[in-house]
């Protein structure tokens, strides 16, 4: 029995931010468990995900989680995996706070890629984006679909501000629909658009999204600067924040 994500990229992760049993939380098993069918990777039940969890974190909470499901199977690449395995990395919760500044990455997407859907081990595209913005001197880099459609950072959703409407890109441009950016959609009116570059020169605030910062202001995009709207921040995080408690029941599906 090989481990076929080391052979193949072939396996799939959430990151977490630990406080128990949340509804967030549901949204990561829910995200996983449809990868995980899509890739045909034995998947373990919402109750044993949380117990491989609450094992691995011993009561503590806060805490950043990454829950990564292997594959295991036949060494050949077209194989169908036979089995998982569960691979829990813990770190401490220490959320980036300062303003984002974001280029425009030189690597593209293509939208009928179907691994761009899902939180997979093979994460070289994204690496490779980050590593570019960062040599560019920038926090982060959008990513461009074959249309110069706009779709994500290298690790986040993009939520911007036009008029009196939220706005993020459709995910058929490509992209990974985030559990933060799912909470917001669902509770914030967030519209999903086809957005290009030339809408952060209209945007009056940008932002983005993920499930350790939450709602993260941007002042930069290229040459254009916004203003930090706080009032819309707390807004935005006050929604997410209010799926990250914990609940005192088993859970809530």
């Given at each position: 029995?090989?481990?076929?994500?080391?052979?193949y990229?072939?396996?799939?992760?959430?990151?977490?931010?630990?406080?128990?049993?949340?509804?967030?939380?549901?949204?990561?098993y829910?995200?996983?468990?449809?990868?995980?069918?899509?890739?045909?990777?034995?998947?373990?039940?919402?109750?044993?995900?949380?117990?491989?969890?609450?094992?691995?974190?011993?009561?503590?909470?806060?805490?950043?989680?990454?829950?990564?499901?292997?594959?295991?199977?036949?060494?050949?690449?077209?194989?169908?995996?036979?089995?998982?395995?569960?691979?829990?990395?813990?770190?401490?919760?220490?959320?980036?706070?300062?303003?984002?500044?974001?280029?425009?990455?030189?690597?593209?997407?293509?939208?009928s890629?179907?691994?761009?859907?899902?939180?997979?081990?093979?994460?070289?595209?994204?690496?490779?984006?980050?590593?570019?913005?960062?040599?560019?001197?920038?926090?982060?880099?959008?990513?461009?679909?074959?249309?110069?459609?706009?779709?994500?950072?290298?690790?986040?959703?993009?939520?911007?501000?036009?008029g009196?409407?939220?706005?993020?890109?459709?995910?058929?441009?490509g992209?990974?629909?985030?559990?933060?950016?799912?909470?917001?959609?669902?509770?914030?009116?967030?519209?999903?658009?086809?957005?290009?570059?030339?809408?952060?020169?209209?945007?009056?605030?940008?932002?983005?999204?993920?499930?350790?910062?939450?709602?993260?202001?941007?002042?930069?995009?290229?040459?254009?600067?916004?203003?930090?709207?706080?009032?819309?921040?707390?807004?935005?995080?006050?929604?997410?924040d209010?799926?990250?408690?914990?609940?005192?029941?088993?859970?809530?599906?």
């Open positions: 029995m090989q481990l076929r994500t080391l052979l990229g072939e396996g799939i992760f959430e990151t977490i931010l630990w406080r128990g049993k949340t509804k967030k939380l549901y949204r990561h829910e995200r996983l468990r449809s990868s995980a069918q899509f890739l045909q990777i034995p998947c373990p039940d919402f109750d044993n995900f949380c117990n491989f969890i609450e094992e691995k974190t011993e009561n503590r909470k806060n805490l950043y989680v990454k829950f990564c499901l292997l594959s295991k199977g036949k060494n050949l690449f077209y194989a169908i995996p036979e089995q998982s395995e569960v691979l829990i990395i813990l770190k401490e919760y220490n959320p980036v706070r300062r303003l984002q500044r974001l280029c425009i990455s030189n690597i593209k997407r293509h939208s890629n179907p691994v761009i859907y899902h939180k997979t081990m093979n994460y070289l595209p994204n690496i490779l984006v980050k590593r570019e913005a960062i040599a560019k001197g920038f926090d982060d880099a959008i990513i461009l679909n074959e249309w110069d459609e706009i779709t994500e950072c290298s690790s986040s959703n993009i939520l911007i501000v036009k009196d409407s939220f706005q993020t890109p459709a995910k058929e441009c992209l990974l629909s985030g559990t933060t950016l799912q909470i917001l959609l669902e509770k914030a009116g967030v519209k999903e658009e086809r957005i290009k570059t030339e809408d952060f020169y209209k945007a009056s605030a940008v932002f983005i999204l993920n499930s350790l910062t939450g709602a993260l202001p941007v002042f930069q995009v290229m040459d254009k600067k916004y203003p930090v709207d706080n009032e819309i921040l707390k807004y935005l995080n006050s929604l997410i209010e799926e990250n408690r914990e609940y005192n029941k088993n859970c809530v599906h």
